[in-house]
């Protein structure tokens, strides 16, 4: 049990030990930690009636850090995907070129998305020459080609999950793709890719491990009485599990060092009422989004009708699966379409059947099936539009997919409020501040680190300091001089949305803090001002 180690820290003292629970005590204090059968809902929820919080003190700062690093040896998970195997360098070698600036995550982002086009052009077009090349990569790249602004832009662009891991993954089927010939290195090769991807981004499980060991297995049963010349797909599978052993070893690794450690992939299954009632409307949301299809709730003009010719891509997405459905079970069937179309299924439905649903921003964690059904859609569909001579007609669908692309690319952006926001802090010597996760970090890269500003958590009663990706030191007041906290009523139409919701607990902030000595109203920013160290308050 994890908590044993931080109680025995903190002075307490085993008591009780029963195969559904433990107890600690301190002097008069009584500490029991159950798993208890008697529940009556169906999964945690922190905003449910009941204890949420249980709080310990240590005496010094130091201490405190010193149970945090000390907390990823026993199994304490403090973040999730980690994505630093692949984008993280990424990110560094940019703001090592261009400096470290709000700048580097928009080039990082639209280097991945660039990536992804280029990998899924490169698989549609398969094997293909001539006009049917030429199709397949039209046909797949234009179904991504125009990310639907807002919503679609967040997801694909700015969104910091899952679309860029479809890299490794496309990376995977196309030397599948290309090598004709089984090979012994492919397995190989095959094994280090996803040990590397998987080091990133869990949700590598479901988009090609499964389906790399599913599609083998089924063409080598079809195939039992000849299992030596099916080798190649079973060293493939195998290849797909040592990859994924290999990054749980290297996983285990890591944490025994006092490295990182990430939280598994949850697998909790909702109720059939929730899935059939809550997460399948916003999962069929969700695959409208991707392809920049998601016209619901917006109003009647132009913009709207270039979103709904995005439709035509969902319609296209939906008979290259069809297609790769019906000539799954074929002899002759494709195997890079077969472990295409799988790893579409697996990851839907581990996102509709489990408690990932959330809202429509949920849909990032189903972000590698774009590519994937552009890309079946590019290769399956291509020689028959050919043959039914309807190239001019998805030549004028790409035609309003650039145009789209190019209104989008040459509007003109608001102006953003951060670097003004930063520049008035520093103007009025408030230098070190508090905020929401999100607003700290983004007006703390936007000043250039002048102004510092450390993230809060919000309770029910109270705010408090944050301990996510955080350091306990910014938060020490022999350290640090906090003396301003800064709300944000959020952007219009984005209340879902990471870095654009409100972070407005004003009855929290001033139970913690008291009345601000000033106020001022910047927009959507209101900045609240006292004259007093505040982290003395959260200390």
Known sequence: MSWGWLLTAL??????????????????????VEQSPARTASRHDRC????????????????VDELTAEALLHGWKLADVTFYTTEVPQYALIELAHGLSQGVVHIAAAMTYTLVLLFAALLAKGTATGREAAARVAIGVGIMLAPQLASGTNELLSSPDHIGTSVPLLLILLIIDRVQRPRWWVPVLVAALVAWADLADSIVL?????????????????????PAARWYEIALALGALA???????????????????????????????????HNLPI????????????FLGLPAGA??????????GVAAAAAGIALALWRFCRRDADFVNQLLLTGIVVNFIAFVVTTHVVNVASA????????????????LLAGRLISARLVPVAAAVLLGYVLTLGSNALARPAPSEDPRLASFLAGHHLRYGLSGYWQADALTLASGNRVQIRALGVNPGSVSASHWESDASWYDPRLRDANFV????????????????PFEPTRQIEATFGRPERTYDLGRYTVLVWRQNLLRRLS
């Open 243 to 277: 990859g994924f052993g290999l990054a749980q070893v290297a996983y285990r690794i890591i944490r025994a060092a006092g490295g990182y450690t990430t939280r598994p992939l949850g697998f909790q299954l909702a109720p059939l009422s929730e899935i059939f009632g």
């Open 48 to 63: 449910r009636p009941g204890l949420n919080h249980l709080a310990f003190h240590v005496e010094t700062r130091r201490q």
């Open 364 to 379: 990032r964690e189903i972000a590698p099936a774009l590519p994937f059904a552009a890309v079946l859609a590019g290769r």
């Open 206 to 226: 479901l988009a090609a491990v499964i389906p790399l060991v599913l599609v083998c297995v089924f063409r080598v049963a079809r195939s039992w009485r000849r």
């Open 11 to 32: 002075g307490y003292r085993m008591f009780q030990d029963w195969p559904g629970g433990r107890s600690w005590r301190s002097g008069s204090a009584y500490i029991v």
């Open 283 to 294: 999962a069929a949301q969700g695959l409208l989004l991707l392809p920049g299809a998601d």
């Open 486 to 501: 800064l709300l944000f009523s959020g952007k219009p139409g984005f209340t879902g949305e990471a870095g654009l919701r």
């Open 303 to 312: 913009s709207t009708l270039f979103v709904a010719l995005h439709l035509v």
